[in-house]
């Protein structure tokens, strides 16, 4: 299998790599100051080319190959720019079950970065287990009115409208009763208290109260009751390592480690070598399905374990090597344990795999 760039790659990456020359150092990649700037950078990326480049151009994208997604993903990382902004789940969500009108109505935005996004899905009593929640959308008239508790939602404090999964129907069988919305953040009945995570950083989470919310009833995405189906796309795609961009930058983490260790490596620093390298090859090998067309359903599964196995290994290189003296390699330990729960606990992905790869009728 040839991953070697082709011409037109060569000239795309070469024009990248001109552009983050000059602008990749005006933009923090860590911390809350990265958190406050990322909507700044999301419409610099935009702005110069380089984002939504794999999406429909009618809505803002350029209708590229997702190769050039990863080309991005990579000259990011070894620029040591801030990661693209993670929004291909919202979209394909949007697009594959929003009604024409809600899809030229959002998406344009939504890929620009001139409106601002979160994905209302977990709750305290639902996170694994979705198909819990208790968010309630009763209908009154032309609008819905939300009742309910959200948590670990990225940039909810800055965010113009929400995704959001919420029970509509409480006597149908709990995945059917769910449908979804797309609900405006900047109205009474919404409160937004930021979530300070163990490394520190304060703005990446938040957790949403919603009482007495009101979301007009054309904004439901799809029919009453099939939010589950919109939240599975959004998940599948969630759990893709070759549409995350994560790959390069924890290949470029390993790197940087190895060359601050005198003597032999540590164990752990050695593991994630081998670790980074089978998930980039695996990337490539997901992307040349993609190219040819292949979906993966519910491998997905597999991909998410895969890079939360590489991401915690990681971790534990950092903090082989760093220990507690260097603070930015006990942050990469300390956020590489969320790995395995963040986007479906690693216990799921399993029963997943099971169940639904293997056949085994767990």
């Not at 929004?87 to 601002?116: A, C, D, K, Q, W």
Request: glycine share 12%; proline share 6%.
């Amino acid at each position: 299998m040839d991953f070697r760039d082709s011409p037109e790659e060569a000239a795309f990456r070469q024009k990248l790599q001109d552009w983050l020359a000059d602008h990749a150092r005006n933009y923090p990649t860590s911390g809350d100051e990265y958190w406050a700037r990322q909507g700044d950078w999301h419409q610099a990326l935009y702005g110069a080319g380089f984002f939504g480049l794999s999406w429909p151009e009618e809505y803002g994208g350029q209708d590229l190959p997702p190769v050039y997604d990863v080309i991005v993903d990579e000259e990011l990382a070894i620029a040591g720019a801030p990661p693209r902004p993670s929004l291909g789940y919202l979209v394909t969500g949007l697009g594959r079950h929003g009604s024409e009108e809600l899809r030229r109505r959002f998406l344009p935005g939504m890929i620009n970065g001139t409106e601002r996004w979160c994905q209302g899905f977990s709750e305290p009593g639902a996170g694994s287990d979705l198909a819990s929640l208790t968010t309630a959308a009763t209908r009154d008239g032309d609008v819905y009115v939300i009742h309910g508790h959200k948590i670990w939602t990225s940039y909810s404090d800055v965010a113009d409208w929400c995704l959001l999964l919420a029970r509509t129907d409480p006597d149908a069988p709990r995945h059917r009763g769910i449908s979804a919305f797309i609900v405006p953040m900047k109205q009474p009945g919404v409160e937004q208290r930021p979530l300070k995570m163990i490394s520190g950083v304060t703005k990446e989470f938040g957790q949403v109260l919603f009482d007495g919310a009101r979301v007009p009833a054309d904004h439901m995405v799809g029919a009453p009751g099939e939010g589950w189906a919109l939240a599975m796309t959004v998940v599948g795609h969630e759990r893709e390592p070759s549409t995350l961009g994560f790959a390069a930058r924890y290949g470029k983490l390993v790197r940087q480690m190895a060359s601050r260790v005198d003597g032999p490596p540590p164990e752990e620093l050695a593991w994630a070598a081998v670790q980074t390298e089978m998930l980039r090859l695996h990337v490539r090998r997901r992307l040349s399905e993609q190219l040819d067309g292949m979906s993966h359903g519910s491998d997905g599964s597999l991909d998410k374990l895969l890079m939360t196995w590489v991401d915690q290994s990681v971790g534990h290189a950092a903090l082989a090597v760093g220990g507690t003296r260097d603070p930015e390699l006990l942050g990469a330990y300390m956020y590489s344990r969320a790995q395995s729960v963040m986007g479906g606990t690693s216990q799921i992905q399993k029963n997943i795999i099971a169940s639904r790869i293997l056949g085994l009728g767990v």
